[in-house]
């Protein structure tokens, strides 16, 4: 099974956008290392009753103090906390903090604005399940 975004790719993309966003000084100066989030795919099946699509599951651990960049997924996500907390919130929507066992949904045309860990000193793991088009990557930066 092909990894859909490594956590390289994605310590890169997030790297990236902070020092465009801040300058690369400043954005070494808030911190030695990337708080890169680890993701890691389960499971992924293709949906032969709707053709060119897939189930995917993967999981999202955040170290503590991590912060998603601004980004969109072109699927359906159905997001479910296992530990710590996690802050959350699609353009248009409310912020919302969320706990072990609580949900959230993203659909193919929400942005993704917010999604960081809430604690500053313990980690945030969650597990996502996406319906999405094949071809299609997991994660498009946007603003």
Request: charged share 20%; glycine share 10%; net charge neutral.
């Amino acid at each position: 099974m092909k990894p859909f975004l490594t956590s390289k790719a994605y310590a890169l993309i997030l790297c990236t956008l902070i020092a465009a966003a801040f300058g690369v000084g400043s954005a070494m100066a808030a911190t030695a290392e990337p708080l890169e989030a680890k993701v890691t795919e389960l499971f992924s099946k293709d949906l032969p009753e709707c053709p060119g699509k897939e189930g995917l599951m993967i999981t999202v651990e955040y170290p503590p103090g991590s912060v998603d960049p601004i980004h969109r997924h072109p699927g359906h996500g159905f997001i479910y906390v296992l530990e710590g907390s996690i802050i959350m919130q699609v353009r248009g929507g409310q912020e919302v903090t969320l706990t072990p066992g609580q949900t959230f949904y993203e659909g193919p045309e929400d942005v993704h604005v917010v999604g960081r860990n809430a604690s500053q000193t313990k980690p945030a793991k969650f597990v996502v399940f996406w319906v999405k088009d094949k071809a299609a990557p997991v994660f498009i930066p946007t603003k």
